[in-house]
Nanobody, 115 residues
Framework: QVQLVESGGGLVQPGGSLRLSCAASTILFKIYHVVWYREAPGKQRELVAQ???????NYADSVKGRFTISRDNAKNTVYLQMNNLKPEDTAVYLC?????????WGQGTQVTVSS
């Protein structure tokens, strides 16, 4: 069983930045495809960004140019750097790590963008 712990959320003003972390309890984190999702009230879960085992990345159109996903396999951690935050970015952000046969979720971290 792999534990994922997200951190770094909080309250930020529009235009501000936050860096989310997703720390895994396994030294084999490098074999996992990792995805950041977000859930906002009344909306469907949305894929925000993902990184493959090879380090390739992909982003939702709504965050391209503002968010950056990165991974540090030595620290078993994936990051989501969020810049120029907007009120519509307000959501619970969840980390998902998967292989072909495993699928793990963190508990989520709240991000609130408000003046």
């Amino acid at each position: 069983q792999v534990q994922l712990v997200e951190s770094g959320g909080g309250l930020v003003q529009p235009g501000g930045s936050l860096r989310l972390s997703c720390a895994a309890s396994t030294i084999l984190f490098k074999i996992y495809h990792v995805v950041w999702y977000r859930e906002a009230p009344g909306k469907q879960r949305e894929l925000v960004a993902q990184t493959t085992v090879n380090g390739n990345t992909n982003y939702a159109d709504s965050v391209k140019g503002r968010f950056t996903i990165s991974r540090d396999n030595a620290k078993n951690t994936v990051y989501l750097q969020m810049n120029n935050l907007k009120p519509e970015d307000t959501a619970v952000y969840l980390c998902n790590a998967r292989t072909l046969v495993q699928d793990y979720w963190g508990q989520g971290t709240q991000v609130t963008v408000s003046s």
